[in-house]
């Protein structure tokens, strides 16, 4: 493995790494301490696009751990801004919470079900068979379907819930169409997450606790990636993926010396 050059910017994914269920996981406020202190350029990722990143600096302010909204990056974001590039000033049909409608709404979209440039599904808790119907036939007359994230199942304290991926994947048994993710593990989240804090994926580390999306996103990044095994993977998970992760940790408590 060929030798990387010191780090000088940090990503890294929030469930699982930072909190797990509503509570602070041991070393992620001296993490992030050190990181503020430390001056280097940082994001806290989620795929979750539920929320706006006031809402998160909120939730994660009642935690005890202080992350500044601009260092906040969610897949809403990340697909705000790709529309953006892609068709500005565009509209869009969109089926999902604040932190997606709000994110589009601050790049200039409509909102509209009448002959939309897209149909855009995230992440609630609501998801309607009216809407679901809509989105379809939208689909099916020529909109362009995007979704936030691939994830097909969310945590919850009763167990998994049905998450993006999962309602994606129904769209696209009616329609015959493929949606483009736009969050993790599509490297383009971490580009556009990179460039939002003008670091360079050479000297950019991601930490994550999935191999699946955060290291496989970091890895296609070009970025050195650290696998912490306090959210859903565990040490004999890793040689079932064809890639490996840079490092494996036990938490973020034993990245805090390296900041």
Do not use: C
């Not at 007359?141 to 998994?160: C, I, K, M, Q, V």
């Not at 999306?213 to 650290?226: H, Q, Y």
């Amino acid at each position: 493995m060929s030798e990387r050059k010191p780090i000088e910017a940090w990503l890294t994914d929030m469930d699982g790494v930072l909190v797990q269920e509503g509570v602070p996981i041991p070393g992620a406020a001296e993490f992030l301490g050190k990181l503020k202190s430390s001056g280097k350029p940082f994001l806290v990722l989620t795929n979750n696009s539920i929320y706006t990143a006031r809402d998160l600096k909120a939730r994660l302010m009642r935690m005890g751990l202080d992350v500044p909204v601009e260092s906040i990056w969610t897949s809403a974001l990340a697909t705000a801004q790709f529309v953006d590039d892609q068709r500005p000033g565009g509209s869009a049909f969109v089926i999902g919470e604040a932190g997606l409608t709000t994110a589009l709404h601050d790049v200039g979209y409509i909102m509209t079900d009448v002959d939309p440039d897209f149909v855009i599904l995230g992440e609630t808790r609501e998801y309607s068979f009216q809407a679901l119907t809509k989105a379809i036939r939208l689909i099916g007359n020529g909109a362009r379907f995007l979704a936030t994230n691939p994830d097909e199942t969310g945590p919850s304290a009763e167990g998994p819930l049905p998450a993006t991926g999962s309602v994606a994947a129904l769209i696209k048994a009616a329609t015959g169409k493929e949606p483009y993710f736009v969050g993790k593990p599509n490297p383009l989240m971490m580009r556009t997450g990179l460039n939002r804090i003008g670091a360079h994926s050479e000297v950019a580390a991601m930490i994550g606790d999935r191999m699946d999306t955060d290291v496989l996103a970091g890895l296609e990044a070009g970025m050195e990636t650290f696998l912490v095994l306090s959210g859903l993977t565990r040490q004999a998970d890793v040689d079932k993926y064809p890639f490996r992760p840079t490092h494996t940790r036990a938490s973020i408590a034993e990245l805090v010396d390296l900041v």
